[in-house]
């Protein structure tokens, strides 16, 4: 016996949208385990709907997703059957249990019946609940559904078999026994996504000692990304320098236990050499190849979401793997690189358990800092850089020692390696790092430089008056290019692979080639850019707006087309921040702070209120997720679906500007008032420090150490003088 079933607690305690339970059974056996707080209004109308279109035969293919319990349901008909499978994508990624087939018939009326008795619920219990959208959806599905059956003649399908050995020992290798064809009829039919994957198969791990020393039946590709989920686990766990790390593959027995430090393995009671990075490389080749080999079945699927965020996934880890390794000097033995996880500088806090608390004590102090309302502060490898437009100085970072200082009549530009530029009225000298004597010197035509200066294939980038674009030879301080755009008072000037991009207030962005200053192309706006363009894979993405109106614009970075044009009508737009194939920006509607989270096409996928009092507002990276700050040094970090996951309130009183959140060792820390260190995954404050109400610009160091620079010029840093933590906490 087949039926849906529908909790009943949303009727008795009403919510907007309601959430329950749902569930599928087979002869009383729940096919849907964990579905128990999923939205109604929306995943009801959508099993109903899905079942419907295999009834009435416009699809073969239907796929619906619970994304509370992150299980996805794949109903694929076959003859008068229909075959089901259940995928969890949570950890594990897995099947729950083998395809079922179930008839097509008895599937139809029990989710005629579910529908029927939602839709009567919902008249009684919340009539204004279900959107006309998903009341229209229902409808037209019950319609279906009461209609007779139609089949459609099948081909019996070609059967497609592939069996990729392992590249190399330890590797990992893989089989396809795609007997239905899912690939080809799934992706030519345009199917779901994943259900477009869901081909069997296996895939097995082979050592050196043992051609089969670990096998996964099921879905390679559910395999592949569990793999490359804990590639990434047990990567961090080999630049931690941790002893051993445990593992069962995928979720399948037997346990893997690594000894990282002697480079083996315990497998099925046997010892084998084994080492962690050989590991972590089949992990993250096994997706890559995995990714080719159904592209080279099915062309169509190259640009599958799920396989384009695996191959992600592991070109990603990969390219960790491959910046972690440093050429042995001559003559010395060859030792293994540890793995980099990530690009960040700073390893997180080695702690024993759960972090708690945080203690900073003050360091050193520097006073009487030029122009520190238009200074800039920054972390350099060696010292702390600050550059103003009359000044320029670096600092040790633990002593406070000024290490070089640089100052001039027409502008001083500095960049975060140490590089500078100072100007008179007569010429421009350049500096590197340390010393009093310049570099070079060259004369010059008493024009205003700096204080942004950008270093790229041997060449000083700077803006002149605020409006041309300069570039000089690092080397021999030859000018090499510049570019004087009309009309044009203020212009912003980025970087971008083998283009420089300046942004102008006239309406205009130029793509110049580094090398000789062309310009390749230019790109013409009905509005001002308000900033430097920010680089969105090969292309980018710039904040246009005047008075009231506000818009995005992405364009290819080499060709300087433009994909789309997004018109907003936030104010106090905040710094656009691409993450994946999604981009998030944070302003006021309405006086109430909003988030907008925007695809790749242009689209908005979803806007969410922020409750973190008035802007101006910036935004940070997180893993899964995005962090707002405020102004009012509030904070909130929401999911990719638009959830908050945690919030923290008001620090004081407001900054004269929104400064952007730094993430160190694992540490997010807010700027405000008070400065606050939160834990990223909980948004417990683990400690605060007060800056003051005239906080200009913050930064934090490898080791966690703070430094704000005030509206009165003093610099002040602090030491992380202890942390505290739970032990099992």
Not at 13 to 32: F, I, M, Q, R, Y
């Amino acid at each position: 016996m087949i039926r849906f079933r529908i909790g009943h607690r949303w009727k008795r305690e009403p919510a907007d949208p309601p959430h329950d339970s749902v569930a599928l059974e087979l002869d009383g056996v729940n096919l849907l385990p964990g579905a128990v707080e999923e939205s109604l209004v929306e995943t009801v109308p959508a099993l109903v709907e899905a079942v419907a279109a295999l009834h009435s035969g416009g699809r073969r293919l239907a796929q619906v997703s619970l994304p509370e319990a992150h299980l996805e349901l794949v109903l694929r008909r076959s003859g008068a059957d229909i075959e089901l499978q259940v995928a969890s994508l949570s950890r594990p990624a897995r099947l729950l249990r083998p395809p079922l087939r179930l008839d097509s018939e008895e599937l139809a009326e029990a989710a005629l019946e579910c529908g029927r008795a939602f839709r009567e619920d919902v008249a009684r219990v919340a009539p204004r609940r279900l959107t006309e959208p998903y009341r229209q959806v229902l409808e037209r599905a019950l319609e279906q559904l009461e209609e007779p059956a139609h089949y459609r003649e099948e081909l019996r399908p070609e059967p497609f078999t592939r069996r990729v050995a392992p590249p190399a020992l330890p590797g990992f290798g893989f089989a396809l026994d795609d007997t239905d064809d899912v690939l080809r009829r799934s992706a030519r039919e345009k199917g779901p996504a994943l259900a477009s994957l869901l081909c069997p198969g296996e895939v097995w791990l082979a050592l050196p000692e043992r051609p089969v020393a670990w096998r996964a039946p099921g879905p390679p590709f559910l395999t592949a990304l569990e793999l490359a989920r804990q590639a990434a686990d047990l990567a961090r766990a080999v630049e931690l320098g941790e002893p051993r790390y445990s593992f069962e593959p995928a979720g399948i027995r037997p346990e893997v236990s690594l000894d990282l430090k002697a480079g083996e393995a315990r497998l099925g009671g046997t010892t084998l050499p084994l080492q962690g990075e050989a590991l972590v490389a089949a992990m993250y080749h096994l997706g890559q190849a995995l990714a080719v080999a159904l592209s080279e079945r099915e062309r169509s699927l190259a640009s599958n979401p799920y396989l384009v965020e695996l191959t992600e996934r592991c070109r990603e880890g990969l390219s960790h793997l491959r910046g972690a390794v440093q050429p042995p000097e001559q003559g010395a033995a060859v030792v293994p690189a540890r793995t980099a996880l990530s690009s960040g500088a700073s390893r997180p806090l080695k702690v024993p358990g759960r972090l708690r608390r945080l203690r900073f004590e003050n360091l050193w102090e520097q006073r009487k800092l030029a122009a520190a309302d238009e200074g800039r502060l920054m972390m350099g490898r060696q010292s702390l850089v600050y550059s103003s437009p009359q000044m320029a100085c670096a600092f040790d970072r633990k002593t406070g020692k000024q290490l070089w200082r640089r100052a001039a009549t027409h502008g001083v530009a500095a960049s975060v390696d140490g590089y500078s530029l100072a100007a008179s009225a007569v010429r421009v000298c350049g500096f590197q790092g340390k010393g009093a004597g310049a570099r070079w010197l060259h004369d010059h035509d008493g024009l205003r430089i700096g204080p942004t200066l950008l270093r790229q294939d041997g060449l000083l980038l700077t803006l002149s008056d605020d409006r041309t674009a300069l570039a000089f030879n690092e080397v021999t301080g030859r000018e090499m290019w510049r570019l004087a755009p009309p009309r044009t008072r203020r212009s912003h000037l980025a970087l971008q692979a083998h283009r420089a991009l300046l942004a102008t207030d006239s309406g205009y962005l130029y793509g110049l080639d580094l090398t000789d200053g062309q310009v390749r192309f230019r790109v013409s706006a009905t509005l001002p850019f308000l900033g430097p363009p920010v680089p969105w894979g090969r292309r980018f993405v710039a904040t246009l707006g005047q008075g009231s109106h506000f818009a995005l614009l992405l364009s290819d970075a080499h060709t300087g087309e433009s994909a789309w044009t997004f018109e907003m009508s936030l104010a106090l737009p905040s710094v656009p921040l691409p993450s994946g194939k999604r981009l998030y920006i944070a302003g006021e509607l309405e006086g109430e702070g909003v988030l907008l989270c925007i695809d790749s096409s242009g689209q908005t996928r979803w806007q969410r209120v922020l409750h973190l009092g008035p802007g101006p507002f910036a935004l940070a990276r997180l893993p899964g997720a995005v962090l707002v700050t405020s102004a009012l040094g509030a904070a909130a970090r929401l999911n990719e679906d638009g959830e908050v996951d945690w919030r923290v309130g008001a620090a004081g009183e407001q900054l004269s500007r929104a400064l952007q959140p730094i993430i160190s060792r694992g540490v997010v820390l807010v700027p405000g008032e008070r400065v606050r260190a939160v834990d990223p995954h909980s948004g417990h404050v683990l400690a605060e420090v007060r800056a003051g109400a005239g906080l200009m610009a913050m930064q934090a160091d490898a080791q966690l150490n703070l430094y704000f620079l005030d509206e009165l010029g003093t610099l002040s840093a602090y030491r992380l003088g202890s942390h505290f933590a739970v032990v099992g906490g």
